[in-house]
């Protein structure tokens, strides 16, 4: 219904929008529309990570000293991982209402299973003389994580956030169920005008490449020794 | 084991004393085993002595060098080093005053060379200037040029230049006692010796207290001061200078594991000028006989005895700064062997140090 309220809306204007099809001079009129889905859509996709990895984070750790929950925690994420998302958004919305809070639970959900598993197995493949090395020289448990097992664990998580922050920027366009914006609010108002899926599709996609990037940025900067082994 | 004295004091840095390090009767259980890994183990290693804990696989020697730095747990008995039980220390601040070598060496891939270097300096809270200086001075101590190898990773190292590193990271706070667990295992048998040399070198000058683990007989022999050679069970079987254990082996198994050419392995302990040599009896031409072999007075008895059936001769000259000092012959050395003559005489200086 919203999206032929749409198309009434623009009814009347030049043909190549009554046509549906793909108008640059549409687009560069209306781009500003775009911009707080936008903004949206980027907190969204930021805050479920950030979100994720903390739990995730958590989790591995608590995992580490006991081993036997790697398997209950791998299981009941990946269920979480499995669930339709918007069922989850429409189950959530009796308990925590319309809008960002339950788009975030959702989103956040998705990221847990991807993140634990790869900091889990980013940590075992520290290899076992490096960490009894680092044990006989005096380092405690704690330095040992921080210092060396993390440092080292970090190719893995890196790997995991790429995949979790590319996921969740396509899932986030489905948060406007829940009533939280996004672009994807943007792409189902006038999912048959090809001008408007096509710039709120790409800012999609942009953002998805924006991640990526700055993730592969990240690793770069902070994993020299990968490079020089590489060489 | 005085923790605080050195460790955190600054300016240049003092040499420490070597630690006495001893065995009583110690005995270690794995929970839910009722049969012992180490069975009652006693023995005393002098300040700044090499030890070697020798054995087949499964006597426990690794077990035993690691329940010194409590990477392992003692059940029973006590470990003390410098007069003072392992025990009572903190297992970590233990841990930092102790050097500590692997076969696999584990350097931290993700960290250089100088980092790696500097890893126990840096938990003890060195100031950097201090740091930089010693890592430099480490780097050089072990044969490798700061310069050329402070910021390269481990990755990009051969085999040698990382046992290298992991040496000079196990010196890094110039430890009182050293713990060594197959340190050359893993390189070829060349720069095994090389570095097998070098080590000697490097402990004529440091005068470590050393723990050092091997399953190679040969290795036990050239590098012990001292030699504990342990059965399964974690039993000691002997404990003995490398002389001692060649010619009077305790029992059955110290002889077979010694090894059948156990005479000719004490020939390698034994310099030309160890033994009482014919008096050379020199012609004109300064030889002892037409085409006889020449050999320096410093020479591995081995080396010598070796050059000498390979020239089918039944003599050589020994040599000292070009004058000739005596009479090696074939004789003489088969009689060292039948007798174990000089076995007495310990060598004037290690072998391989050279």
């Known amino acids: 219904m919203l999206a032929q309220l749409q198309i009434h809306e623009r009814a009347g204007e030049q043909s190549c929008v009554a046509d549906n099809g793909f108008c640059p001079s549409w687009i560069a009129d209306n781009l500003d529309r775009y911009w707080t889905p936008f903004l949206q859509h980027v907190e969204l996709s930021v805050l479920a990570v950030l979100f994720g990895f903390a739990i995730a984070f958590a989790l591995a750790l608590i995992a580490r000293?006991?081993?036997?929950?790697v398997g209950p925690i791998v299981g009941i994420t990946g269920v979480l991982y499995t669930l339709p998302s918007i069922a989850v958004f429409f189950l959530l919305q009796p308990i925590t209402g319309r809008g960002a809070v339950t788009a975030l639970i959702a989103l956040t959900a998705y990221t847990l299973l991807i993140l634990f598993r790869n900091i889990v197995t980013g940590l075992d493949n520290v290899p076992e003389e490096t960490r009894d090395a680092a044990r006989g020289m005096g380092y405690t448990q704690r330095q040992l994580l921080w210092r060396v097992e993390l440092p080292l664990a970090l190719p893995e998580i890196i790997a995991g956030l790429r995949i979790a922050a590319t996921t969740t920027v396509g899932l986030a366009t489905l948060a406007f169920f829940a009533g939280a914006g996004g672009l994807g609010g943007q792409i189902f108002a006038d999912i048959t005008f090809k001008s408007n899926v096509v710039v709120a599709g790409g800012l999609c996609m942009l953002l998805a490449v924006a991640f990526d990037l700055s993730l592969l940025g990240a690793q770069r900067v902070l994993l020299p020794w990968r490079r020089a082994v590489a060489r | 084991m005085t923790p605080h004295d050195t460790?955190?004091?600054?300016?240049?840095?003092?040499?420490?004393?070597?630690?006495?390090?001893a065995f009583r009767d110690v005995v270690k259980v794995y929970e839910g085993s009722t049969e012992p890994v180490i069975d009652h183990l006693t023995f005393d290693v002098g300040a700044g002595e090499i030890c070697v804990l020798v054995g087949p696989s499964g006597c426990g020697k690794t077990t035993a060098m690691r329940l010194v730095n409590r990477m392992i747990d003692?059940?029973?008995?006590?470990?003390?080093?410098?007069?003072?039980?392992?025990?009572?220390?903190?297992?970590?601040?233990?841990?930092?005053?102790?050097?500590?070598?692997?076969?696999?060496?584990?350097?931290?891939?993700?960290?250089?060379?100088?980092?790696?270097?500097?890893?126990?300096?840096?938990?003890l809270g060195w100031r950097k200037a201090r740091i930089a200086e010693r890592v430099d001075e480490l780097l050089e101590l072990v044969g490798l040029d700061p310069a050329a190898t402070r910021d390269r990773y481990p990755a990009q190292l051969s085999g040698g230049q990382r046992q290298r590193v992991g040496v000079a990271r196990a010196l890094a706070v110039d430890?009182?006692?050293?713990?060594?667990?197959?340190?050359?295992g893993a390189i070829d048998p060349i720069n095994r010796e090389r570095l097998q040399n070098e080590f000697l070198r490097l402990q004529a000058q440091l005068r470590k207290t050393v723990v050092f683990v091997t399953h190679d007989i040969d290795e036990a022999i050239k590098m012990?001061?001292?030699?504990?050679?342990?059965?399964?069970?974690?039993?000691?079987?002997?404990?003995?200078?490398?002389?001692?254990?060649?010619?009077?082996p305790a029992d059955d198994f110290v002889e077979g594991f010694v090894g059948a050419d156990r005479a000719l392995?004490?020939?390698?302990?034994?310099?030309?000028?160890?033994?009482?040599?014919d008096p050379a009896v020199v012609d004109d031409l300064g030889a002892v006989a037409p085409g006889?072999?020449?050999v320096r007075h410093d020479e591995v008895l081995r080396d010598a005895l070796s050059e000498l059936l390979q020239a089918g001769a039944q003599q050589a000259s020994v040599v000292e700064d070009g004058r000739v000092v005596g009479v090696l012959t074939v004789e003489l050395v088969g009689r060292l062997l039948a007798t174990g003559d000089t076995a007495q005489e310990a060598p004037t200086e290690r072998i391989g140090g050279a």
């Open chain 1, 65 to 69: 000293r006991r081993r036997w929950l």
């Open chain 2, 7 to 21: 460790a955190q004091s600054e300016g240049p840095f003092p040499r420490r004393e070597a630690a006495t390090l």
């Open chain 2, 74 to 123: 003692l059940t029973e008995g006590d470990i003390l080093i410098g007069g003072r039980s392992v025990r009572d220390a903190d297992p970590a601040q233990l841990r930092r005053e102790i050097g500590y070598v692997i076969q696999q060496i584990g350097l931290f891939p993700h960290q250089t060379v100088g980092e790696n270097v500097a890893a126990v300096p840096r938990l």
């Open chain 2, 175 to 184: 430890p009182p006692l050293m713990l060594m667990d197959e340190p050359f």
């Open chain 2, 224 to 248: 012990g001061d001292r030699i504990a050679v342990m059965k399964t069970g974690g039993r000691l079987a002997q404990y003995a200078t490398p002389a001692e254990l060649l010619v009077n």
């Open chain 2, 265 to 277: 392995k004490r020939l390698s302990l034994l310099r030309v000028r160890d033994i009482a040599l």
């Open chain 2, 292 to 294: 006889a072999p020449v």
